[in-house]
């Protein structure tokens, strides 16, 4: 980053999200919209649409993201790295709004217009579901608001244990989390890839560090997502962390 690069000059969240994307390099939104959707579990082809048109109207001003993409934007743009960036960014996007103005599209509504919901109690309760679904979100999120700094948290990565995997060539979601010890923290990718086994249907990367339930741990614990991407179709059973699942990779 340039040393006269002064962050706290920004008055308007959009406007410093448009210089920090140049300053990183992305002129354009498309590989900005991969690493989104790598991170978020989701490379469908719907779900990296949605993210150049989002990237677009955030870069913008035409909305602001929800508060999970706003967190994962802080990572991928190395916002922790400059304390002066750090604060502006979260201070700018508070004074915005406290909730996304209409209009943003998430990965999870791009996968259901493309028959392919990932929410499917939602797309089958219509439009009051998600209302009220959004209700609780929004309720659960804005007592803390004020007091939380998503840059420096992980929550948005999910990296529950799916036990049945279903996935066309190509796709990308995460499958599992590894846990640190005694529910401390996320382990390294180098100790967590240890115990990865070889796929016949696809390969097993870093999905970074996330959340993940843990009844030993009696809540929410960090852990090492596990990112599976499916390269060629087939069925097949494998343990992951001593926990069964079954893979199903279509054309």
């Known amino acids: 980053m340039a040393e006269n690069q002064r962050w706290g000059t920004y008055e308007r969240w959009h406007d410093l999200l448009d210089a920090l994307c140049i300053e990183r390099g992305h002129f354009d939104n498309l590989t900005l919209a991969g690493q989104l959707c790598a991170a978020n579990g989701n490379r469908t082809r719907g779900a990296f649409e949605t993210a150049v048109k989002n990237l677009r109207n955030w870069r913008q001003g035409v909305h602001i993201p929800q508060r999970k993409n706003f967190a994962l934007l802080g990572k991928l743009l190395e916002v922790q790295d400059d304390a002066e960036l750090r604060q502006a960014w979260n201070r700018l996007y508070s004074q915005k709004s406290i909730e996304p103005e209409r209009g943003e599209t998430t990965l999870a509504a ?91 249907t696809g390969t097993l990367t870093d999905g970074g560090v996330g959340t993940r339930q843990s009844r030993q741990c009696g809540g929410r614990v960090a852990a090492r997502a596990i990112l599976f991407t499916a390269t060629a179709p087939g069925t097949e059973q494998i343990s992951l962390y001593g926990d069964d699942i079954i893979i199903r990779v279509s054309e």
Not at 135 to 162: H, K, L, M, R
Not at 174 to 179: N, Q, S, T
């Open 110 to 200: 791009a996968d259901a217009s493309s028959g392919r919901p990932a929410w499917p109690f939602i797309a089958g309760g219509g439009a009051l579901a998600a209302m009220i679904l959004a209700g609780i979100v929004f309720a659960g999120w804005s007592a803390t608001a004020q007091n939380a700094d998503p840059v420096g948290s992980y929550e948005g990565i999910v990296a529950e244990y799916v036990r049945n995997v279903s996935a066309r060539v190509g796709d990308s979601m995460i499958i599992h989390g590894a846990r640190g010890n005694e529910c401390g923290e996320a382990p390294s990718w180098d100790s967590a890839r240890i115990l990865l086994p070889s796929l016949q």
